[in-house]
């Protein structure tokens, strides 16, 4: 008796020290999979948007217009839109590079799909690339039929450039996020 309840008590310390738990396994809010993905930081998109895409003409249009500043334009990547629908979001032109935008995760809301997106800027004083961006996300759900709805999510607070660092000080005469 004395060795399976040591037995137990090591096995319950080990599940529990080990930080897993038997409901990872299981989709949380019902999370839509993302089944393909394109991002970058320079587009021909210079306003900020989202734009969702369930035709092979509005892709190619939607494909010609983030890459109008390359040359020549590469082909849009293969869309099944039987199966699956497009969803973009633009963060517009920035002055900067150190910005992106993404889709975080797409949930289905029942009646509604919700796309999240999740927006990073670089703090005050960070070294970044100067030179003029444009970041997008662009991805391919599941076919829906729903409306979807766009939701910003994310911190607040710049996105510190080294984990476990300070932020820079301050600049005087510049604005500080909050």
Known sequence: MKIVSS?????????LLSGSSFADDVPQENEVPIIKQWSGGYSGVRTPGQEVVKDAEAW???????????????????????????VAVFMGTRNSGGYGIR?????????????????????PGAMVTMAITQPY?????????????FKNVGPKRPIRPFPGR?????????PVLK
């Open 7 to 15: 037995f137990a008590i090591t096995f319950g310390l080990t599940v």
């Open 60 to 86: 190619k249009t939607l494909w010609n217009r983030v890459n109008s500043n390359r040359r020549p334009a590469p082909k849009p990547p293969e869309v099944d839109f039987e199966m699956q629908t497009v």
């Open 103 to 123: 889709v975080d995760k797409v949930i289905d809301g029942g009646e509604k799909t919700i796309v999240r997106v999740k927006k990073s800027s670089p703090p």
């Open 137 to 149: 996300d662009i991805v391919a759900i599941p076919k829906s039929d729903r409306p979807i709805e």
């Open 166 to 174: 300070p932020f820079p000080k301050p600049v005087p005469g510049r």
